[in-house]
């Protein structure tokens, strides 16, 4: 599975985007990008996934790179509540049960009022 | 909305003890799991289930075995606590096939075994 790569920190203002960018050079080309973020003190919560195309659903957007190399999670309108570590993680999906997560160290997002 | 949860939020126990630890989600999903947590360390799969009465192991799963009776419960089994076992413990759920890896989590055990 391709390694990714994470700022370990970055602040936000509240009300503006937050940005949280992904590097993946060595993706391959049946690999997915899944995005999670975890709270303190919480489980972690999915957020958003996608291959190639970008994604949006109500939490985020998923910008993905033409060449799949990175990608970057957008939060439209941080709040103190999106303050958590984000993880990015990219995984061939087998479409099985095996499917098994591995989070590395994340990014700290700070949001700041 | 999905919604795992798990029996307690904090436990103590004593070295050797039998731990139970379970996990109920209400989505009527096929895809259980066990993880531990670890500064340093991440998260780790310690066993999964596919179906009722399945399961398969993960990476850590020495010292720890599974029992899923009922699809919508998995409960994590101790059979002599130690002190490398203290850690925060995750239970996920999931769909099947191509959406496994949308995993739904609980809010965790924190364990402490003394």
């Known amino acids: 599975d391709a390694k990714t790569t994470q700022p370990p920190s970055m602040d936000c203002a509240e009300g503006r985007a937050a940005n949280l960018p992904c590097n993946h050079s060595?993706?391959?080309?049946?690999?997915?990008v899944y995005w999670y973020r975890q709270i303190h003190s919480q489980g972690p919560q999915y957020i958003i996934h996608g291959l190639k195309n970008n994604e949006t659903n109500e939490m985020a957007s998923l910008i993905i790179t033409e060449d799949r190399k990175s990608s970057t999670l957008i939060l439209p309108h941080a709040t103190l509540r999106d303050t958590a570590v984000y993880y990015c993680i990219v995984r061939v999906n087998y479409g099985g049960a095996t499917n098994k997560l591995i989070f590395g160290t994340g990014t700290l997002l700070a949001v700041q009022p | 909305d999905v919604k795992v949860t798990q029996s307690s939020r904090y436990l103590v126990k004593r070295t050797g003890e039998k731990v139970f630890l379970e996990c109920v989600q209400d989505m009527d999903h096929e895809n259980m799991f066990w993880y531990r947590q670890d500064p340093g360390l991440g998260l780790r799969l310690i066993y999964f289930?596919?179906?009722?009465?399945?399961?398969e192991k993960g990476d850590i799963p020495e010292g720890y075995s599974v029992s899923r009776e009922k699809k919508e419960r998995f409960s994590l089994i101790l059979e002599s606590a130690s002190t490398n076992q203290t850690s925060m413990y995750l239970c996920?759920?999931?769909?099947?096939?191509?959406?496994?890896?949308?995993?739904?989590f609980g809010p965790g055990t924190r364990l402490t075994v003394t």
């Open positions: 289930s596919y179906d009722v009465k399945m399961k």
């Open positions: 060595t993706i391959s080309g049946n690999e997915y």
């Open positions: 996920a759920s999931s769909r099947a096939g191509v959406h496994s890896y949308e995993q739904y």
